[in-house]
């Protein structure tokens, strides 16, 4: 589905971001590798999808896609910092890649770690997604999947087991956004890793419509 994908990361090969930014950041994941949606860190969901790499600490900045089977509108981007931890490793920097790419054009220094909300398109790309989520998430960024009038909210098992017990029994029963609430969670928490956490969050998001997404959830998570 990375084809969907294309004509935001034609807008930010245009914003000529070899001669926008440092010399030390360098275009990543798709901007880069266009076959293929990159390795993520551990605790970073697989909806971060790179795209400059800053080249210390595993800081980069992604395009945020919810979904890339049903990409309709430009994906926000996000500043990710992996080492930070939840709720701070991911913060919003433009509400579109169109407004990304006016920022790298505009030559000024890109919102990083310590002051992305004292820019503007920050701020309306947080204000854009508060308005958008139907759960939240300890990521920050929440989830967009429709909720239904038997969701019910509860706290996630502690242990890999009781989990998936518990995302099981609300996929079968169509509470998609609590499920995805609980595998996020886990993700950004690091509680679980190893091959079998791996696979079990790659089969729910092969379970939402996501293979590419399960597809990394192999590759980082374990």
């Known amino acids: 589905m990375l084809d969907r994908l294309e004509p935001f990361l034609a807008v930010l090969r245009e914003a000529d971001i070899e001669n926008a930014v440092q010399d030390w950041v360098r ?5 880069a590798t266009p076959s293929t949606l990159g390795v993520r860190y551990s605790s970073i969901p697989p909806e971060a999808i790179p795209l400059l790499d800053l080249g210390v600490d595993g800081c980069h900045y992604a395009a945020w896609v919810d979904d890339l089977g049903t990409l309709c509108a430009s994906p926000g981007v996000v500043f990710v910092s992996p080492m930070d931890g939840y709720p701070d490793a991911i913060q919003w920097v433009a509400p579109s ?3 990304f790419a006016d920022l790298l054009r505009g030559g000024e220094p890109l919102p990083g770690r310590d002051d992305a909300e004292d820019h503007a398109q ?3 790309a947080l204000n854009q997604r508060t308005g958008r989520i ?3 998430t300890l990521d920050g960024l929440g989830v967009v999947e429709s909720r239904t009038s038997a969701e019910r909210e509860g706290q996630a098992a502690h242990d890999l087991e ?11 029963s169509g509470q998609r956004a609590t499920a ?3 595998v996020r969670d886990a993700i950004a928490t690091g509680a ?4 079998r956490f791996a696979e079990w969050v790659a089969g729910i998001y092969v379970a939402l419509g996501r293979p590419e997404y399960g597809a990394v959830a192999l590759r ?3």
């Open 162 to 172: 009781g989990l998936r017990d518990q995302v099981s029994a609300l996929m079968n």
């Open 97 to 99: 890649t169109e407004a």
């Open 122 to 124: 920050a701020r309306a």
């Open 220 to 222: 980082s998570y374990s």
């Open 180 to 182: 995805l609430v609980f």
């Open 134 to 136: 139907s759960a939240s």
């Open 192 to 195: 679980h890793g190893g091959p």
């Open 27 to 31: 275009p990543t994941g798709p901007l």
